[in-house]
């Protein structure tokens, strides 16, 4: 059997390595398009590489995925975080789970995972093909592949791992093959507000805050980061990657509420208010901060509201305690843009999930064509989630069934 996987990534290593295993005779070869494999897999993680989450519980686990969550819970039930964790550690890849069930290797370098990659490459005797575009796709007893070079090749099985596509051009020729293709846009972004001053504070992290969109059903808690060009942190990516579509719709121009304390209930964090400046008594409103706000952000949302920082907590107006109790629960900022993760990016769109079975990742419109990563219609917020997507889905494309 000779097999093809197109896309040098993630996904596609995982899958070569795993029909190397599964089809010990089989010819494996990788073909990508570029001149580098494995370039995301590089930058992933500021470079340290988040290999997949901790979660262990399916049902929890497929929550994670704006898109997708529903297929991959029959995915993940052959291959889980646990075996993914189990699959690198075997192969002597030390692995750290940090507080917040985000996984690493223990050198915190993203190159521990490529040479294991490499290695497991080199020791099957799987090729792999660099500068190898492919530019479409024929089924004529197998699966001839026609390259951007003019050469064309012929194999038994292929399976598309190249990874999320930001141009909808570039899925063109999986479109013609009879795919539907959902137009690709970002899906983890962070929030751009070029008007709002609350940029000065760049560097700030709010441990556990609430985002929402204004006038929709849609929010996400966690850190929240200030940055010199607006907001970010998993907070505002997990709501970005929940909102890609409807955030795209309104052309990234909206209104993000913002609750500080991520506390739901105004009456909790009324009596949380009235019960600290009872405490402070007659100090100084700006000495008298709430322990979960920054000093700084302290000291900005005072100014923003008017209240002076020299007055005593005791002497606070009604009118004043509401204000404060207001911001802290539902603050706004403007938001005109987005910025994405340049190499790191992540798209929701690609092929739709109705083309692909989940029992085989096998392709309905093309015998022997199969589908893993973010090539599909799937996407994970931040947190090792699309890798162990990628992980996944690459398994079992790897056993070929045809369904």
Known sequence: MKAGIIGGGAAGFFAAIHIAENFPEAEVIILEKSSKVLSKVKV???????????????????????????????????????????WFEKRGVELVIQEDQCVFPKSQNSQTIIDCFMDEVLRKKIKIRLNAEV?????????????????????????????????????????????????????????NMPDEPVK???????????????????????????????????AI????????????????????????????????????????????????ISNCRLPEIPQRLWDYLLEKIEILPIKNCNQLSEKEKNKLINILSNDSYKVAGKTTFKEEFVTAGGVSLNDVSFKSMQSKKVRGLYFAGEILDVDGVTGGFNFQAAWSTAFVAAMLRED
């Open 200 to 234: 000065n504070l760049m560097g700030i992290v709010v441990e556990n805050a609430m985002v929402s969109i204004q006038s929709e059903k849609l929010e996400a808690s966690g850190p929240l980061l200030i940055t010199h060009w607006g907001m970010s942190g998993p």
């Open 135 to 191: 530019k479409g796709i024929e089924n004529t007893n197998g699966i001839v592949l026609k390259f951007a070079s003019g050469d064309q090749e012929k194999f038994d099985k292929v399976i598309v791992t190249t990874g999320g596509q930001p141009k909808r051009e570039k899925l063109n020729w999986l479109q013609k093959c009879g795919h539907e293709i959902v137009s690709p846009i970002p899906s983890l972004f962070t929030f």
């Open 44 to 86: 992933s993680g500021g470079g340290r590489c988040n290999v997949c989450n901790a979660c262990t519980d399916i049902d929890e686990l497929s929550k994670n995925y704006p898109r997708g969550g529903r297929q991959l819970r029959k995915i993940f039930g052959v291959f889980s975080t646990e075996q993914t964790m189990n």
């Open 237 to 284: 990516l997990k709501l970005s990657a929940f909102g890609a579509r409807l955030l795209a719709d309104k052309n990234y121009d909206f209104k993000v509420q913002v609750n500080w304390l991520n506390q739901k209930n105004e009456s909790v964090i009324r009596s949380i208010v009235h019960s600290h400046f009872h405490k402070c008594g007659n100090k100084q």
